[in-house]
């Protein structure tokens, strides 16, 4: 009855592990009296992804990151932003899908450019 906690993806390198969920939403952030904020689920998930995936490494060393990764909107504000949450770095991006294919290639290389170190 419980339902499967399985992540859109994992890229690993060595002991070193990006998880990405990609979000579809109209909105991405939560707006309260002129605010924006993150959807706080969306972190609680992404969050629970690396933790469990860290749990998994036990004792060798290791690096869990955790990305969501957002279709970009016509929203005024778009995530771009980086935190530690409990010694885990967890991202928050965007990804504008409303280019060339080359381009939008060349966003997610980045990505893992960035988060891998070329």
Request: charged share 20%; aromatic share 10%; no cysteine.
């Amino acid at each position: 009855m419980l339902p499967i906690m399985q992540t859109d993806i994992t890229l690993t390198k060595g002991n070193e592990v990006l998880i990405i969920d990609a979000k579809f939403y109209s909105d991405i952030t939560q707006s309260q009296y002129g605010t924006h904020k993150q959807q706080s689920g969306n972190l609680y998930q992404i969050f629970t992804y690396v933790k469990n995936k860290s749990a998994e490494f036990g004792e060798r060393p290791h690096k869990v990151s955790g990305m969501l990764l957002y279709a970009a909107t016509d929203e005024a504000v778009q995530p771009d932003n980086t935190y530690q949450m409990s010694g885990n770095r967890i991202s928050v991006k965007t990804l504008d899908l409303n280019r060339e294919f080359s381009e939008i290639a060349a966003q997610l290389n980045k990505i893992v450019d960035d988060h891998f170190g070329g």
